[in-house]
């Protein structure tokens, strides 16, 4: 269900990509009135959104549009796209995220969300089955892009303070219109004849949630993250979630 406007100043950084843009419109769905995006390019044009093009990796890029949008929330949503080397990943995912939390402490930003990643507990050698927040993080991480996105989310969370409240959601696989990796990927693989081949048994699972309900989850944090609802920062597990793992 839709919630009330807030009629905060959001900066929705990525808000150019799958994602971003969902939570984009989103949010001008539930009739925010000031909505703007950050973004390396400029992909699609709305009158009632201001864009601000840079690079998340240049800390006055950042801070130029978190002060001129007048940002109260910021939701980060901005990381590569598969199969870009460690440098990449390094300068966008750590370095620019340390950017966006420098930049929200200096302009006194009252709400960081970030997306986060169902990978940055994943080490790609076992299966995780009831997985829930208190799995650690793998001791030999699996590639260097869920590296970074955990590094970048423990940023995050650490920066949690009385004064810029912080959290992390972990969407597994997204799915919807606009994705720009995952199906069209599927439809090269069917298109180019590559369907001869079957890695394990069959039977793996993956999760996948629909790319408006993870929009929907980014807006549901950023309310409630002024709340008391206590999911600002790290922390033990709520005490009323009793997942058991295998
Ligand atoms: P996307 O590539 O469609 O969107 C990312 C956006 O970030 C793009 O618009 C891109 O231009 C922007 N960007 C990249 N580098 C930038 C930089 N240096 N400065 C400014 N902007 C930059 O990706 P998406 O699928 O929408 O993913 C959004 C977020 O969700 C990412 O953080 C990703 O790690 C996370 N995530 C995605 C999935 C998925 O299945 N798509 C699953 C789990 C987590």
């Not at 800390?59 to 929330?73: C, F, N, P, R, T």
């Not at 460690?86 to 302009?107: D, K, L, S």
């Not at 009385?162 to 959290?167: I, M, N, P, R």
Request: charged share 15%; aromatic share 8%; net charge negative.
């Amino acid at each position: 269900s839709t919630s009330p406007p807030t009629n905060e100043h959001y900066l929705v950084i990525g808000g150019c990509g799958f994602l971003g843009r969902h939570i984009v419109d989103a949010l001008l769905g539930r009739g925010e009135p000031n909505v703007a995006v950050f973004d390396i390019v400029q992909r699609h044009f709305d009158e009632n959104v201001t864009f601000y093009t840079g690079d998340i990796t240049k800390l006055e890029d950042v801070s130029d549009a978190i002060v001129k949008s007048g940002a109260q929330v910021v939701i980060h949503t901005a990381s590569p796209p598969h199969g870009r080397g460690p440098a990449v990943y390094e300068a966008v995912n750590v370095t620019g995220t340390a950017n966006v939390i420098e930049a929200c402490r200096a302009a006194g930003v009252p709400k960081l969300v970030y997306t986060s990643s169902a990978g940055v507990v994943y080490s790609g050698k076992e299966d995780l089955i009831n997985a829930d927040e208190r799995l650690p993080y793998p001791a030999v991480p699996m590639d260097a892009y869920n590296d970074t996105k955990a590094r970048a989310e423990e940023l995050v969370l650490q920066a949690n303070s009385s004064t810029l409240l912080t959290c992390a959601l972990r969407p597994s696989g997204i799915f919807g219109p606009g994705d720009r990796q995952a199906i069209s990927g599927f439809h090269s693989v069917i298109k180019n004849g590559q369907t001869k081949f079957q890695i394990g048994s069959n039977q793996n699972l993956f999760d996948w949630t629909y790319v408006g309900n993870v929009a929907h989850a980014h807006l549901l944090a950023a309310d409630k993250l002024a709340d008391t609802y206590p999911i600002a920062g790290l922390h033990e597990p709520l005490p009323w979630v009793n997942l058991s793992l295998p």
